[in-house]
């Protein structure tokens, strides 16, 4: 099973930019496909973006969309994801997850892994 280790959260003001990091480890990190989910307090896990096993294929929320941009390096076995022009409603913990020779995109169900998550702050 491939471990995950999210960095980069904080507390920004809204219209700021952050970079999240993921760190996977214990497996072969380009046998899965990538993804960062959020879940604000009260609301249910949602998708966010996602990126195929070779990074030539990535997927976004509509709400994300033109602001947010996923991307991989394999060698580094690390997914970011560059948030910009960030809005209050962006708050939220940040999960990275990671599925094994998975499509994009997919559902939290279907993960076969999780990190623990970094929280992001935006204030108005």
């Known amino acids: 099973q491939v471990q995950l280790v999210e960095s980069g959260g904080g507390l920004v003001q809204a219209g700021a930019s952050l970079r999240l990091s993921c760190a996977a480890s214990?497996?072969?990190?380009?046998?899965?496909?990538m993804g960062w989910f959020r879940q604000a307090p009260g609301k249910e896990r949602e998708f966010v973006a996602a990126?195929?096993?070779?990074?030539?294929?990535?997927t976004y929320s509509d709400s994300v969309k033109g602001r947010f941009t996923i991307s991989r390096d394999n060698p580094k076995n690390t997914v970011y994801l560059q948030m910009t022009t960030l809005k209050p409603e962006d708050t939220a913990v940040y999960y990275c997850?990671?599925?094994?020779?998975?499509?994009?995109?997919?559902?939290?169900?279907?993960?076969?892994?999780w990190g623990q998550g970094t929280q992001v702050t935006v204030s108005s």
């Open positions: 990126i195929r096993w070779d990074g030539v294929s990535t």
């Open positions: 214990g497996r072969t990190f380009s046998n899965y496909a």
């Open positions: 997850a990671a599925k094994f020779l998975g499509a994009i995109p997919f559902t939290p169900v279907t993960a076969s892994a």
